[in-house]
């Protein structure tokens, strides 16, 4: 099992990015997918979970209404758009099969 991530980077407050990830090594279309971040000086905290169908989605609630995760099975891959960022949203993001694996991250820095 394999999960990269990527797309991460240094942007403004109000900025935008959009984080991929890759997956192999499992049947991707068949399992949950879910982005987890770890914050500076916090634990690790659950951003976003999109169901093998691509419909059933969920959000935290300190991201939900400005980042929106998205599938395409076609290329076993993930993804979260990340709107109107903020300094509190800095951290390294990982993209998490919970039964299977989580990836190495990528790091979004927010600063201005």
């Known amino acids: 099992v394999q999960l990269v991530e990527s797309g991460g980077g240094l942007v403004q407050p109000g900025g935008s990015l959009r984080l991929s990830c890759v997956a192999s090594?499992?049947?991707?279309?068949?399992?949950?997918m879910n982005w987890v971040r770890q914050v500076p000086g916090k634990g690790l905290e659950w951003v976003s979970r999109?169901?093998?169908?691509?419909?059933?989605?969920y959000y935290s609630d300190s991201v939900k209404g400005r980042f929106v995760v998205s599938r395409d099975n076609a290329k076993n891959t993930v993804y979260l758009q990340l709107d109107r960022l903020n300094v509190g949203d800095t951290g390294m993001y990982y993209c998490?099969?919970?039964?299977?694996?989580w990836g190495r991250g990528t790091q979004v820095t927010v600063s201005s």
């Open positions: 090594g499992f049947k991707f279309h068949e399992n949950t």
């Open positions: 998490v099969q919970r039964d299977l694996g």
């Open positions: 999109i169901l093998a169908d691509g419909v059933s989605i």
